[in-house]
């Protein structure tokens, strides 16, 4: 019986092994064929007398080369002059993950990225390259960098002015600061500035921006300003007049509200119950504000504490039993408030 109980077990184990180990065997015979693929289709590709197009059609499928020597060979066509260079870019796109193991060859491409007459095809490629490699991984890249904020290419100039803003360059940041101030000093136009001073470590550009929300007559300026500003103590009450305010757009109204919450959040929740109670704002505001109401609220330390509703919580339950079918998702809101928050009435 025992040795019949040991050759079912033994059975059955062979039964779940084999076919993982078949699989495994699948998948590997399956690699092995793509790698025989891929070492073909790269050998048209180097081969420099076939056509142009054939070269292309050959490899572009083809995430990378895996065979050393055809590397090598393809470190060969991006280095030549004499090849076409949309052919050159895409041997380089090949070999991406080689081109910080070679120092000669990586300073080479960064030459490439901050030469503005580099051709467009391979100097688009090194781009994507350098796009994909950290910022301290890449010596030689800073002074590259700094060349590039006067480049007379928009894409690249607004990657440089990226790369050393969010990595708190001061100088970048500077020159993006005195181009807000001065339109005849301005390298990007002032949503691309803002966007990317809003990234920087320091805050240095919150005056101008503040000025900016206020002196702007541009609705997409003022509103991308308004959104920067919540961490900026000095434009605090002016954020909170303009979400409050019955005669700002809701955008604008929507927008400083959550701005404003981000950095003051347990004090947001005194104003909710005036943008509930305001006829003229708009369901996409008073949304926001019982959504706001319910990450305040929903922790069990504040449940714990609120003995008995009030105001709001009972202004919430109004809403929430509202029969208006056109504000069906402030309703739907304002119920999940109910549930979540569970005041007691």
Known sequence: MKTYIILTLL??????????????????????????????????????????EQRIKAIQKHAIIYDEQQKMLFKRIVLSENENPVIRALALNKIYNEADKDAEFFNQIVNWFSNSRTPKPLRDETLGLIGNLSFSSMPGILDAYHKMVEDPDLVYREFAFNKLVLNGDTKAQQLLIRGLEDSNARPLDVLTSIRILSSAPKKDFYPVVYKIMQETKNEEERLLAIQTLG??????????????????????????????????????????????????????LKIIAVQLAINERKAITYRKKAKRADTLDNLIREIANSKNDSERELVAISKKYLLLVRPTF
């Open 11 to 52: 059975l059955f184990s062979s039964a779940v092994v084999f076919p993982q180990q078949t699989k495994r065997d699948s998948i590997l015979r399956n690699v092995e064929e793509y790698k025989g693929r891929v070492f073909k289709d790269a050998t048209v590709f180097i081969n420099n007398s076939n056509p142009a």
């Open 231 to 284: 961490g900026y103590p000095t434009a605090k009450d002016k954020l909170k007049s303009i979400f409050l305010s019955r005669e700002e757009k809701s955008k604008f109204r929507e927008s400083a509200l959550i701005a404003f919450y981000n950095y003051n959040k347990r004090e947001t929740v005194n104003y909710l119950t005036e943008i509930l109670n305001d006829p003229s704002a708009s369901s996409d």
